[in-house]
């Protein structure tokens, strides 16, 4: 099965030039952990709670701070046309719950979830994924 089946297309982001405070709240509404972070159309980042708390708050940055400061762009992605059995090992490795999907010209598409996995896609490739996610440690990335 094709990530571009099981993803969610619908996705809130952000700026880098957006306060972090935005950021916060754009999560807060939509019951999420991380925004992707565009510039025009293009994907170059994606901002976390954790990013927010830890590496913000922990080092002093206010809620005016832009996003682009905080956010994390070593991405790990998928793309429209990977399958999801590769995207689920993708997501076990780096220890993640999502990822952006991107078209071939980097611009965003959506984002593919464990709960896409689970509910759209085959069971397998969500409990590879969620093998990973849950072993301990590792440097969190998105």
Same mark, same amino acid.
Request: glycine letters at 6%; hydrophobic letters at 35%; aromatic letters at 2%.
């Given at each position: 099965?094709k990530?571009?089946e099981v993803m969610t297309r619908? #996705?809130?982001? #952000?700026?880098?030039?957006q306060?972090?405070?935005e950021?916060?709240?754009?999560m807060?509404? /939509?019951?999420?952990g991380?925004?992707? #972070?565009?510039?025009?159309d293009?994907?170059?980042?994606?901002i =976390?709670?954790?990013d927010?708390?830890?590496?913000g708050v922990?080092?002093?940055?206010?809620p005016d =701070?832009?996003?682009?400061e &905080?956010? =994390?762009?070593? &991405?790990v992605?998928?793309?429209?046309d990977?399958d =999801?059995d590769d995207v689920a090992?993708r997501?076990?490795? /780096?220890?993640v719950?999502?990822?952006?999907?991107?078209?071939?010209?980097?611009? +965003?598409?959506g984002?593919v979830?464990l709960g896409?996995?689970?509910?759209k896609g085959?069971?397998g /490739?969500a409990?590879?994924a +969620?093998?990973?996610v849950?072993?301990?440690?590792?440097?969190h990335?998105q």
């Open positions: 099965m990530v571009s619908d #996705v809130r982001t #952000v700026r880098p030039d306060p972090v405070q950021a916060a709240s754009f807060l509404s /939509a019951d999420a991380s925004i992707p #972070v565009i510039d025009g293009r994907l170059i980042g994606m =976390t709670d954790r927010i708390a830890v590496r922990a080092k002093g940055y206010g =701070t832009p996003v682009r &905080l956010m =994390t762009d070593d &991405l992605i998928a793309r429209l990977d =999801t090992s997501m076990s490795n /780096a220890q719950r999502r990822l952006p999907v991107i078209d071939d010209q980097q611009r +965003l598409c984002i979830s896409d996995l689970t509910q085959d069971d /490739a409990e590879q +969620l093998e990973g849950t072993e301990p440690g590792g440097e990335r």
